[in-house]
């Protein structure tokens, strides 16, 4: 862990932790289903390629079964597996159909990382579903 300290990038802690992508967000977006109720969450971000330092919009697509799900409260919590990069959350609106949209950006990264995580949220009713999506962005 000494070398967390001193100097070395953190793409290279990155890449020693194991951790790997699950997401290729330049090639579309990536559906998961959250294990509970046949809730499945579709992310997306663009423009395309994703870059750091530039506004971004952040889209995630609800469906129970075949059903758009309309009601549920929406948050995106981005974070860098491995270093604390601040509170990076964004709130997204309902658009239509099932679809939730919202504004935000990546900050660059001062050690070189490019693996981020988004965390998204939906909040139903007061029930939370929490699903991850590890992606890199250029
Ligand atoms: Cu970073």
Known sequence: ??????????????AASGIKTDCAIN????????????VQI???????P???????VFAVVVKQGEQPVTDADI???LTMPGMFMGIN?????HIKAGRYEGEGFLPACPHGGKLWKAAVAV???????????LFEVQ
């Open 89 to 93: 959350r964004t709130v997204l609106e």
């Open 27 to 38: 090639a579309g977006p990536c559906l998961k289903k959250t294990g509970t109720d046949n």
């Open 123 to 133: 909040n139903r009713q007061g029930k939370v579903s929490t699903v991850s999506y």
């Open 75 to 77: 948050t995106v919590d």
């Open 50 to 56: 994703v870059n750091m330092m530039s506004e971004l």
């Open 42 to 48: 579709e992310f997306d971000i663009t423009p395309k």
């Open 1 to 14: 862990m000494l070398y967390l300290i001193s100097g070395f990038t953190m793409q290279d802690t990155q």
